[in-house]
Protein backbone atom coordinates (compact mmCIF):
# COMPACT_ATOMS: atom_id res chain seq x y z
CA UNK A 1 0.00 0.00 0.00
CA UNK A 2 3.01 2.24 0.98
CA UNK A 3 4.73 1.83 -2.06
CA UNK A 4 1.53 2.00 -4.66
CA UNK A 5 1.54 5.74 -2.85
CA UNK A 6 4.81 6.37 -3.23
CA UNK A 7 5.38 5.41 -6.68
CA UNK A 8 1.80 6.88 -7.43
CA UNK A 9 3.26 10.29 -6.10
CA UNK A 10 5.97 9.88 -8.04
CA UNK A 11 4.42 9.36 -11.55
CA UNK A 12 1.33 11.82 -11.09
CA UNK A 13 4.15 14.74 -9.88
CA UNK A 14 6.13 13.65 -13.75
CA UNK A 15 2.74 14.14 -14.77
CA UNK A 16 2.33 17.32 -13.56
CA UNK A 17 5.44 19.04 -14.09
CA UNK A 18 5.27 17.98 -17.52
CA UNK A 19 2.26 19.95 -17.92
CA UNK A 20 3.88 22.53 -16.01
CA UNK A 21 6.57 23.12 -18.60
CA UNK A 22 4.03 22.81 -21.33
CA UNK A 23 2.14 25.84 -19.66
CA UNK A 24 5.90 27.30 -19.24
CA UNK A 25 7.16 26.71 -22.46
CA UNK A 26 3.31 28.55 -23.68
CA UNK A 27 3.78 31.78 -21.68
CA UNK A 28 7.11 32.16 -22.41
CA UNK A 29 6.05 32.26 -26.31
CA UNK A 30 3.27 35.00 -25.28
CA UNK A 31 6.16 37.53 -23.23
CA UNK A 32 8.40 37.11 -26.64
CA UNK A 33 5.53 38.81 -28.25
CA UNK A 34 5.05 41.12 -26.68
CA UNK A 35 7.38 44.54 -27.24
CA UNK A 36 8.76 45.47 -23.43
CA UNK A 37 11.14 42.51 -23.89
CA UNK A 38 14.45 42.28 -25.74
CA UNK A 39 17.40 40.68 -24.98
CA UNK A 40 16.53 39.94 -21.38
CA UNK A 41 13.73 36.88 -23.66
CA UNK A 42 17.01 34.69 -22.73
CA UNK A 43 16.52 34.31 -19.51
CA UNK A 44 12.48 32.91 -19.94
CA UNK A 45 14.12 29.71 -21.11
CA UNK A 46 15.91 29.37 -17.62
CA UNK A 47 12.85 27.90 -15.77
CA UNK A 48 12.06 25.80 -18.27
CA UNK A 49 15.70 24.25 -18.39
CA UNK A 50 14.98 23.64 -14.74
CA UNK A 51 11.71 22.15 -15.28
CA UNK A 52 13.03 19.54 -17.70
CA UNK A 53 15.92 18.88 -15.10
CA UNK A 54 13.45 18.51 -12.34
CA UNK A 55 11.39 15.72 -14.83
CA UNK A 56 14.57 14.10 -15.61
CA UNK A 57 15.61 13.59 -11.94
CA UNK A 58 11.62 12.27 -11.20
CA UNK A 59 12.09 9.91 -13.81
CA UNK A 60 15.56 8.48 -12.45
CA UNK A 61 14.25 8.08 -9.35
CA UNK A 62 10.86 6.26 -10.24
CA UNK A 63 12.81 4.27 -12.65
CA UNK A 64 15.87 2.95 -11.36
CA UNK A 65 15.92 3.87 -7.73
CA UNK A 66 14.26 2.69 -4.38
CA UNK A 67 12.25 6.01 -3.53
CA UNK A 68 10.93 6.49 -0.09
CA UNK A 69 7.94 7.87 1.66
CA UNK A 70 9.80 11.35 2.16
CA UNK A 71 11.82 12.16 -1.28
CA UNK A 72 8.61 10.92 -3.23
CA UNK A 73 6.54 13.58 -0.96
CA UNK A 74 9.05 16.41 -1.74
CA UNK A 75 8.97 15.55 -5.41
CA UNK A 76 5.09 15.81 -5.78
CA UNK A 77 4.78 18.78 -3.40
CA UNK A 78 7.59 20.61 -5.51
CA UNK A 79 5.24 19.73 -8.66
CA UNK A 80 2.56 21.01 -6.60
CA UNK A 81 4.39 24.48 -5.64
CA UNK A 82 5.88 25.28 -9.31
CA UNK A 83 1.87 24.44 -10.78
CA UNK A 84 0.61 27.00 -7.98
CA UNK A 85 3.27 29.88 -8.50
CA UNK A 86 2.73 29.30 -12.40
CA UNK A 87 -0.88 30.35 -12.17
CA UNK A 88 0.02 33.03 -9.93
CA UNK A 89 2.88 34.16 -11.87
CA UNK A 90 0.64 34.33 -15.21
CA UNK A 91 -2.42 36.02 -12.91
CA UNK A 92 0.17 38.58 -12.40
CA UNK A 93 0.93 39.20 -15.46
CA UNK A 94 -2.80 39.39 -16.93
CA UNK A 95 -2.75 42.13 -14.75
CA UNK A 96 0.05 44.12 -15.54
CA UNK A 97 -0.92 43.48 -19.09
CA UNK A 98 -4.16 45.03 -18.15
CA UNK A 99 -2.86 48.07 -16.67
CA UNK A 100 -0.91 48.84 -19.51
CA UNK A 101 -3.81 48.65 -21.79
CA UNK A 102 -5.16 50.85 -19.88
CA UNK A 103 -2.61 53.20 -19.39
CA UNK A 104 -2.46 52.89 -23.53
CA UNK A 105 -6.08 53.16 -23.45
CA UNK A 106 -5.91 56.75 -21.52
CA UNK A 107 -3.23 58.43 -23.48
CA UNK A 108 -4.57 57.27 -27.05
CA UNK A 109 -7.71 59.00 -25.59
CA UNK A 110 -6.21 61.63 -24.00
CA UNK A 111 -4.49 62.54 -27.52
CA UNK A 112 -7.54 61.97 -29.09
CA UNK A 113 -8.97 64.72 -26.98
CA UNK A 114 -6.40 67.24 -27.04
CA UNK A 115 -6.47 66.75 -31.19
CA UNK A 116 -10.54 67.33 -31.17
CA UNK A 117 -10.32 70.73 -28.65
CA UNK A 118 -7.56 71.61 -31.12
CA UNK A 119 -9.98 71.30 -34.22
CA UNK A 120 -12.97 72.51 -32.24
CA UNK A 121 -10.88 75.64 -31.77
CA UNK A 122 -9.82 75.99 -35.35
CA UNK A 123 -13.25 75.15 -36.44
CA UNK A 124 -14.68 78.13 -34.08
CA UNK A 125 -11.97 80.33 -35.25
CA UNK A 126 -12.33 79.96 -39.49
CA UNK A 127 -16.76 80.33 -38.21
CA UNK A 128 -16.09 83.26 -36.19
CA UNK A 129 -14.30 84.84 -38.95
CA UNK A 130 -16.97 84.83 -41.44
CA UNK A 131 -19.66 85.58 -38.85
CA UNK A 132 -17.54 88.76 -37.79
CA UNK A 133 -18.09 89.88 -41.16
CA UNK A 134 -21.45 89.06 -41.75
CA UNK A 135 -22.93 90.55 -37.81
CA UNK A 136 -20.13 93.59 -37.97
CA UNK A 137 -21.49 94.63 -41.95
CA UNK A 138 -25.13 94.11 -40.65
CA UNK A 139 -24.09 96.08 -37.39
CA UNK A 140 -23.04 98.88 -39.84
CA UNK A 141 -26.28 98.30 -41.73
CA UNK A 142 -28.86 98.46 -39.13
CA UNK A 143 -27.23 102.07 -38.08
CA UNK A 144 -28.08 103.61 -41.24
CA UNK A 145 -31.09 105.71 -40.28
CA UNK A 146 -32.75 106.56 -44.16
CA UNK A 147 -33.14 102.27 -44.09
CA UNK A 148 -36.52 101.31 -45.51
CA UNK A 149 -38.27 99.44 -42.44
CA UNK A 150 -38.99 96.36 -44.78
CA UNK A 151 -35.00 96.51 -44.82
CA UNK A 152 -34.38 96.88 -41.00
CA UNK A 153 -36.66 94.25 -40.26
CA UNK A 154 -34.85 91.61 -42.72
CA UNK A 155 -31.45 92.84 -41.67
CA UNK A 156 -32.67 92.38 -37.93
CA UNK A 157 -33.78 88.99 -38.68
CA UNK A 158 -29.97 88.05 -40.13
CA UNK A 159 -28.63 89.87 -37.18
CA UNK A 160 -30.95 87.60 -34.57
CA UNK A 161 -30.13 83.96 -36.91
CA UNK A 162 -26.38 85.71 -36.60
CA UNK A 163 -26.31 85.54 -33.03
CA UNK A 164 -27.79 82.18 -33.27
CA UNK A 165 -25.36 80.72 -34.84
CA UNK A 166 -22.71 82.15 -33.25
CA UNK A 167 -24.75 80.89 -29.82
CA UNK A 168 -24.10 76.82 -31.08
CA UNK A 169 -20.49 77.83 -32.60
CA UNK A 170 -20.03 78.16 -28.49
CA UNK A 171 -21.80 75.20 -27.44
CA UNK A 172 -19.83 72.98 -29.44
CA UNK A 173 -16.52 74.61 -28.09
CA UNK A 174 -17.80 74.96 -24.73
CA UNK A 175 -18.78 71.25 -24.78
CA UNK A 176 -15.53 69.81 -25.71
CA UNK A 177 -14.18 72.13 -22.23
CA UNK A 178 -17.07 70.70 -20.45
CA UNK A 179 -15.39 66.79 -21.77
CA UNK A 180 -11.97 68.20 -20.77
CA UNK A 181 -12.81 69.48 -17.32
CA UNK A 182 -11.58 73.13 -18.44
CA UNK A 183 -15.04 74.49 -18.65
CA UNK A 184 -14.61 77.78 -15.94
CA UNK A 185 -17.57 80.22 -14.76
CA UNK A 186 -15.93 84.10 -14.66
CA UNK A 187 -16.72 85.88 -11.31
CA UNK A 188 -17.03 89.96 -12.75
CA UNK A 189 -19.43 92.17 -11.69
CA UNK A 190 -22.80 92.33 -13.96
CA UNK A 191 -26.24 93.57 -13.66
CA UNK A 192 -28.86 90.98 -13.59
CA UNK A 193 -31.47 92.94 -14.94
CA UNK A 194 -28.88 93.68 -18.32
CA UNK A 195 -28.82 89.56 -18.77
CA UNK A 196 -32.29 89.46 -18.72
CA UNK A 197 -33.31 91.99 -21.08
CA UNK A 198 -31.03 90.46 -23.56
CA UNK A 199 -32.71 87.46 -23.16
CA UNK A 200 -36.15 88.32 -23.29
CA UNK A 201 -34.89 90.56 -26.56
CA UNK A 202 -33.24 87.88 -28.38
CA UNK A 203 -36.28 84.99 -27.26
CA UNK A 204 -39.00 87.48 -28.16
CA UNK A 205 -37.49 87.52 -31.71
CA UNK A 206 -37.69 84.26 -32.33
CA UNK A 207 -41.12 83.53 -30.86
CA UNK A 208 -42.42 86.41 -33.05
CA UNK A 209 -40.78 84.90 -36.09
CA UNK A 210 -42.42 81.58 -35.42
CA UNK A 211 -45.33 82.78 -34.28
CA UNK A 212 -45.80 82.19 -30.68
CA UNK A 213 -46.86 84.54 -27.54
CA UNK A 214 -43.67 86.00 -25.16
CA UNK A 215 -43.86 86.25 -21.61
CA UNK A 216 -41.28 87.31 -19.08
CA UNK A 217 -42.41 87.27 -15.43
CA UNK A 218 -39.74 88.59 -12.85
CA UNK A 219 -40.75 88.19 -8.91
CA UNK A 220 -38.80 89.23 -5.95
CA UNK A 221 -35.35 90.49 -7.59
CA UNK A 222 -34.96 93.18 -4.90
CA UNK A 223 -30.83 93.05 -6.33
CA UNK A 224 -29.25 93.78 -9.45
CA UNK A 225 -25.84 94.00 -8.97
CA UNK A 226 -23.61 90.56 -8.56
CA UNK A 227 -20.39 88.93 -9.05
CA UNK A 228 -20.77 85.78 -11.58
CA UNK A 229 -20.20 85.03 -15.11
CA UNK A 230 -23.08 86.70 -17.27
CA UNK A 231 -22.21 85.70 -20.65
CA UNK A 232 -22.37 82.23 -19.26
CA UNK A 233 -26.12 82.94 -17.58
CA UNK A 234 -27.20 84.24 -20.64
CA UNK A 235 -25.86 81.37 -22.73
CA UNK A 236 -27.62 78.98 -20.04
CA UNK A 237 -31.26 80.99 -20.60
CA UNK A 238 -31.30 81.27 -24.27
CA UNK A 239 -30.50 77.36 -24.10
CA UNK A 240 -33.46 77.07 -22.33
CA UNK A 241 -35.26 79.43 -23.97
CA UNK A 242 -33.85 78.57 -27.76
CA UNK A 243 -34.98 74.45 -27.06
CA UNK A 244 -38.49 75.75 -25.99
CA UNK A 245 -39.15 77.99 -28.81
CA UNK A 246 -37.75 74.83 -31.36
CA UNK A 247 -40.58 72.82 -29.74
CA UNK A 248 -43.28 74.43 -29.41
CA UNK A 249 -45.54 74.73 -32.54
CA UNK A 250 -47.60 77.80 -33.11
CA UNK A 251 -49.90 79.06 -31.42
CA UNK A 252 -48.53 78.43 -28.59
CA UNK A 253 -46.49 80.08 -25.05
CA UNK A 254 -42.92 80.54 -24.22
CA UNK A 255 -42.73 81.92 -20.42
CA UNK A 256 -39.34 82.94 -18.71
CA UNK A 257 -39.79 83.51 -14.61
CA UNK A 258 -37.32 84.55 -12.71
CA UNK A 259 -37.11 85.07 -8.85
CA UNK A 260 -34.83 85.51 -5.74
CA UNK A 261 -36.04 81.94 -3.73
CA UNK A 262 -33.20 82.35 -1.03
CA UNK A 263 -31.29 85.56 0.45
CA UNK A 264 -27.91 84.47 2.62
CA UNK A 265 -25.77 86.64 3.60
CA UNK A 266 -23.42 87.24 0.92
CA UNK A 267 -25.35 85.66 -1.89
CA UNK A 268 -28.69 84.98 -3.45
CA UNK A 269 -30.25 81.54 -4.52
CA UNK A 270 -32.07 82.87 -8.08
CA UNK A 271 -34.98 80.73 -9.55
CA UNK A 272 -34.83 80.34 -13.78
CA UNK A 273 -38.06 78.80 -15.17
CA UNK A 274 -38.71 78.32 -18.66
CA UNK A 275 -41.97 76.92 -19.61
CA UNK A 276 -43.83 76.16 -22.68
CA UNK A 277 -46.93 74.23 -24.31
CA UNK A 278 -44.69 72.33 -26.68
CA UNK A 279 -44.40 68.83 -27.72
CA UNK A 280 -43.23 67.52 -24.27
CA UNK A 281 -41.40 64.32 -23.07
CA UNK A 282 -42.19 60.87 -22.74
CA UNK A 283 -41.55 60.19 -18.55
CA UNK A 284 -38.84 57.62 -19.68
CA UNK A 285 -37.16 59.81 -21.93
CA UNK A 286 -37.09 62.77 -19.39
CA UNK A 287 -34.05 61.50 -17.19
CA UNK A 288 -31.80 60.42 -20.68
CA UNK A 289 -32.58 64.62 -21.78
CA UNK A 290 -28.97 65.75 -20.14
CA UNK A 291 -26.94 63.43 -21.81
CA UNK A 292 -25.12 64.24 -24.73
CA UNK A 293 -26.72 64.49 -28.48
CA UNK A 294 -29.83 62.81 -26.56
CA UNK A 295 -32.74 63.10 -28.54
CA UNK A 296 -36.08 61.45 -28.27
CA UNK A 297 -36.83 60.07 -31.73
CA UNK A 298 -35.50 60.62 -35.12
CA UNK A 299 -38.78 62.52 -35.95
CA UNK A 300 -37.88 65.22 -33.67
CA UNK A 301 -34.46 65.59 -35.12
CA UNK A 302 -35.78 65.68 -38.73
CA UNK A 303 -38.83 67.71 -37.91
CA UNK A 304 -37.37 70.27 -35.27
CA UNK A 305 -33.41 70.11 -35.78
CA UNK A 306 -30.82 70.54 -32.76
CA UNK A 307 -27.37 69.16 -31.85
CA UNK A 308 -28.82 67.75 -28.87
CA UNK A 309 -26.09 69.67 -26.87
CA UNK A 310 -27.54 72.55 -25.85
CA UNK A 311 -29.26 71.12 -22.32
CA UNK A 312 -26.42 68.61 -21.61
CA UNK A 313 -24.00 72.06 -21.71
CA UNK A 314 -26.87 73.74 -19.87
CA UNK A 315 -26.39 71.56 -16.79
CA UNK A 316 -22.61 71.66 -16.97
CA UNK A 317 -23.23 75.41 -16.54
CA UNK A 318 -25.80 75.37 -13.97
CA UNK A 319 -23.79 72.99 -11.79
CA UNK A 320 -20.96 74.82 -11.85
CA UNK A 321 -22.95 77.85 -10.46
CA UNK A 322 -23.78 75.60 -7.47
CA UNK A 323 -26.94 74.49 -8.58
CA UNK A 324 -28.91 72.37 -11.09
CA UNK A 325 -31.42 71.86 -13.46
CA UNK A 326 -35.03 70.24 -12.97
CA UNK A 327 -37.25 69.32 -15.28
CA UNK A 328 -41.07 68.47 -15.94
CA UNK A 329 -42.82 67.70 -18.90
CA UNK A 330 -46.06 66.12 -20.63
CA UNK A 331 -46.14 64.25 -23.83
CA UNK A 332 -48.36 67.19 -26.30
CA UNK A 333 -48.73 69.30 -22.96
CA UNK A 334 -45.60 71.09 -22.45
CA UNK A 335 -42.35 71.46 -20.93
CA UNK A 336 -40.63 73.32 -17.87
CA UNK A 337 -37.09 73.66 -17.20
CA UNK A 338 -35.80 75.15 -13.74
CA UNK A 339 -32.38 76.19 -12.55
CA UNK A 340 -31.24 77.19 -9.34
CA UNK A 341 -28.13 79.36 -9.38
CA UNK A 342 -26.54 80.96 -6.67
CA UNK A 343 -24.72 84.22 -7.19
CA UNK A 344 -22.84 86.41 -4.96
CA UNK A 345 -24.10 89.75 -4.56
CA UNK A 346 -22.39 93.12 -5.05
CA UNK A 347 -21.65 95.79 -1.75
CA UNK A 348 -23.92 98.91 -2.22
CA UNK A 349 -20.39 100.64 -2.44
CA UNK A 350 -19.14 98.52 -5.08
CA UNK A 351 -22.16 98.62 -6.76
CA UNK A 352 -22.51 101.91 -6.65
CA UNK A 353 -18.68 102.22 -8.12
CA UNK A 354 -19.84 100.15 -11.11
CA UNK A 355 -22.84 101.94 -11.59
CA UNK A 356 -20.72 105.58 -11.73
CA UNK A 357 -18.54 103.15 -14.55
CA UNK A 358 -21.25 102.14 -16.46
CA UNK A 359 -22.81 105.35 -16.94
CA UNK A 360 -19.76 107.56 -17.72
CA UNK A 361 -20.69 109.01 -20.79
CA UNK A 362 -19.80 107.97 -24.47
CA UNK A 363 -18.41 110.92 -24.96
CA UNK A 364 -15.15 110.02 -23.33
CA UNK A 365 -14.39 108.06 -25.83
CA UNK A 366 -14.53 110.57 -28.11
CA UNK A 367 -11.54 111.83 -29.95
CA UNK A 368 -9.60 108.71 -28.33
CA UNK A 369 -6.80 107.15 -30.53
CA UNK A 370 -6.74 103.12 -30.84
CA UNK A 371 -4.17 100.97 -32.06
CA UNK A 372 -5.71 98.37 -34.22
CA UNK A 373 -3.82 95.04 -34.92
CA UNK A 374 -5.38 93.02 -38.03
CA UNK A 375 -4.13 91.36 -40.67
CA UNK A 376 -7.24 90.56 -42.43
CA UNK A 377 -8.69 93.84 -44.46
CA UNK A 378 -12.09 93.76 -44.10
CA UNK A 379 -12.03 92.65 -40.66
CA UNK A 380 -9.69 95.61 -40.32
CA UNK A 381 -12.09 97.99 -42.14
CA UNK A 382 -15.47 96.70 -40.47
CA UNK A 383 -13.51 97.73 -37.03
CA UNK A 384 -12.38 100.87 -37.98
CA UNK A 385 -16.15 102.15 -39.47
CA UNK A 386 -17.58 100.96 -36.01
CA UNK A 387 -15.19 102.55 -33.81
CA UNK A 388 -15.53 105.30 -35.91
CA UNK A 389 -19.37 106.03 -35.47
CA UNK A 390 -18.08 106.00 -31.74
CA UNK A 391 -16.40 108.82 -32.41
CA UNK A 392 -13.02 106.86 -32.05
CA UNK A 393 -9.61 107.44 -34.08
CA UNK A 394 -8.15 104.63 -35.03
CA UNK A 395 -4.64 103.11 -36.63
CA UNK A 396 -4.18 100.04 -38.40
CA UNK A 397 -0.89 97.02 -38.05
CA UNK A 398 -1.01 94.62 -40.79
CA UNK A 399 0.83 92.20 -38.25
CA UNK A 400 2.06 91.90 -34.58
CA UNK A 401 5.85 93.44 -35.33
CA UNK A 402 4.41 96.42 -37.17
CA UNK A 403 1.57 97.11 -33.59
CA UNK A 404 5.31 96.54 -31.70
CA UNK A 405 6.85 99.42 -34.03
CA UNK A 406 3.94 101.76 -34.67
CA UNK A 407 3.41 101.81 -30.39
CA UNK A 408 7.45 102.33 -30.25
CA UNK A 409 7.41 105.44 -32.44
CA UNK A 410 5.14 107.11 -31.11
CA UNK A 411 5.08 109.58 -27.71
CA UNK A 412 3.61 109.04 -24.71
CA UNK A 413 -0.16 109.21 -24.49
CA UNK A 414 -0.49 108.78 -28.63
CA UNK A 415 -2.69 105.80 -28.17
CA UNK A 416 -5.41 105.24 -25.35
CA UNK A 417 -5.65 101.51 -26.07
CA UNK A 418 -4.18 98.10 -28.44
CA UNK A 419 -7.26 96.45 -29.92
CA UNK A 420 -4.88 93.18 -30.39
CA UNK A 421 -5.44 89.65 -32.95
CA UNK A 422 -3.83 87.03 -31.56
CA UNK A 423 -3.74 84.62 -34.75
CA UNK A 424 -1.06 86.95 -37.20
CA UNK A 425 1.24 86.58 -39.65
CA UNK A 426 4.81 87.52 -38.77
CA UNK A 427 4.37 87.83 -35.24
CA UNK A 428 1.29 86.97 -33.60
CA UNK A 429 -0.29 88.68 -30.97
CA UNK A 430 0.64 86.85 -27.42
CA UNK A 431 4.37 87.82 -28.78
CA UNK A 432 3.51 91.24 -29.53
CA UNK A 433 1.99 91.91 -26.48
CA UNK A 434 4.71 90.65 -24.30
CA UNK A 435 7.15 92.85 -26.62
CA UNK A 436 5.38 95.76 -25.99
CA UNK A 437 5.11 94.93 -22.01
CA UNK A 438 9.01 94.82 -22.20
CA UNK A 439 9.87 97.52 -24.23
CA UNK A 440 11.68 101.02 -23.21
CA UNK A 441 8.36 103.27 -23.59
CA UNK A 442 6.45 105.30 -20.97
CA UNK A 443 3.09 103.58 -21.53
CA UNK A 444 4.08 99.81 -22.10
CA UNK A 445 3.09 98.44 -18.94
CA UNK A 446 -0.01 101.11 -18.61
CA UNK A 447 -1.63 100.93 -21.99
CA UNK A 448 -4.72 99.00 -21.85
CA UNK A 449 -4.13 95.96 -24.92
CA UNK A 450 -7.49 93.92 -25.42
CA UNK A 451 -7.71 90.40 -27.18
CA UNK A 452 -10.01 91.21 -29.92
CA UNK A 453 -10.19 87.58 -31.78
CA UNK A 454 -11.73 84.51 -32.88
CA UNK A 455 -9.55 82.22 -30.98
CA UNK A 456 -11.47 82.25 -28.33
CA UNK A 457 -11.18 78.90 -26.18
CA UNK A 458 -10.08 78.83 -22.56
CA UNK A 459 -6.52 78.07 -23.39
CA UNK A 460 -6.78 81.25 -25.57
CA UNK A 461 -8.53 83.50 -23.00
CA UNK A 462 -5.92 82.13 -20.17
CA UNK A 463 -2.67 82.87 -22.85
CA UNK A 464 -3.49 85.83 -23.58
CA UNK A 465 -3.46 87.17 -19.50
CA UNK A 466 -0.54 85.43 -19.05
CA UNK A 467 0.71 87.37 -22.33
CA UNK A 468 -0.08 91.01 -20.61
CA UNK A 469 -3.95 91.89 -22.06
CA UNK A 470 -6.10 93.31 -19.96
CA UNK A 471 -8.95 91.38 -21.06
CA UNK A 472 -9.55 89.19 -23.87
CA UNK A 473 -12.91 90.09 -25.99
CA UNK A 474 -13.96 87.58 -29.03
CA UNK A 475 -15.45 87.84 -32.44
CA UNK A 476 -17.51 89.17 -34.04
CA UNK A 477 -17.34 92.71 -32.84
CA UNK A 478 -20.02 93.55 -30.08
CA UNK A 479 -19.17 97.05 -30.31
CA UNK A 480 -21.42 98.27 -27.08
CA UNK A 481 -19.85 95.53 -25.31
CA UNK A 482 -16.11 96.96 -26.80
CA UNK A 483 -16.91 100.33 -25.76
CA UNK A 484 -18.32 99.68 -21.88
CA UNK A 485 -14.54 97.54 -22.01
CA UNK A 486 -12.86 100.66 -23.07
CA UNK A 487 -14.11 103.22 -21.13
CA UNK A 488 -13.28 101.24 -18.09
CA UNK A 489 -9.64 100.28 -18.74
CA UNK A 490 -8.67 103.99 -20.69
CA UNK A 491 -6.78 106.56 -18.94
CA UNK A 492 -8.67 110.09 -19.31
CA UNK A 493 -7.45 111.80 -22.50
CA UNK A 494 -5.11 114.46 -22.31
CA UNK A 495 -6.36 118.11 -23.27
Not at 157 to 170: F, M, R, S, V, Y
Request: hydrophobic fraction near 40%.
Amino acid sequence: MVNTVIYGMVYLGSAIMIYNIYNYVRYTRQLENTESWGKERRILYLPIALLVLFLIGYLVVGIFGHPDLVISGILFGGSIFVFIIFHVLERITKRIQMDEQKVAELSAAETVSRLKSRFLSSVSHEMRTPMNVIIGLDTIALKNPDLPEETREQLQKIDTNAHHLLCLIDNLLDMSSVESGELQIQEEPFSLKSVLDLTDSITRNQCEGKGLVYESRRENLAWDSYRGDALKLEQLLLILSDNAVKYTPAPGRVVLTVSRTECGVEQDTLRFSVSDTGVGMDPEFVSQIFETFSQEDATSTTYYSGSGLGLSLGRSIAVLMGGDIEVRSEKDRGSTFTVTAKLKRMEEAEAAEEAESDSVSADVLVGIRVLVAEDIDLNAEILEDLLEMEGILSERARDGSEAVRMFCEHESGYYSAILMDLRMPVMDGLSATEAIRSADHPDSVSIPILALTANTSVEDRRNALEAGMNQHLAKPVDIEQLCTVLRKQIRPPKA
